[in-house]
Nanobody, 123 residues
Framework: QEQLVESGGGLVQAGGSLRLSCAAS????????IGWFRQAPGKAREFVAALVWRDGKTYYADSVKGRFTCSGDIVKNTVYLQMNSLKPEDTAVYYCAATSSPRIESDLAYDNWGQGTQVTVSS
């Protein structure tokens, strides 16, 4: 089974930047993509971004396009989420997850999840 550990969350002012990391270990051979999701208090978990390992393609939610960048280091088995121009509405717990399915925008397709990291953006 694949294990995922996120890091890099914190408190930042609006307009600032943070970089989240998702380190994968264990059985990663069947992983098709690593996705990022977030969940704000009282709201449903939502798709943020994803990186397909095999071809490096990235996908983003409309709400973060142009501000967030997803990248990966295959040697380190780590995926990053660079978040720029942060807004208070980006405040949430951010999770990375692994899927063997091409349905990368659906959280139901993801098998393994990290523990989450809190991102708080103050106005």
């Amino acid at each position: 089974q694949e294990q995922l550990v996120e890091s890099g969350g914190g408190l930042v002012q609006a307009g600032g930047s943070l970089r989240l990391s998702c380190a994968a270990s264990g059985d990663t051979l069947s992983t098709y993509a690593i996705g990022w999701f977030r969940q704000a208090p009282g709201k449903a978990r939502e798709f943020v971004a994803a990186l397909v390992w095999r071809d490096g393609k990235t996908y983003y939610a409309d709400s973060v396009k142009g501000r967030f960048t997803c990248s990966g280091d295959i040697v380190k088995n780590t995926v990053y989420l660079q978040m720029n121009s942060l807004k208070p509405e980006d405040t949430a717990v951010y999770y990375c997850a692994a899927t063997s399915s091409p349905r990368i925008e659906s959280d139901l397709a993801y098998d393994n999840w990290g523990q989450g990291t809190q991102v708080t953006v103050s106005s």
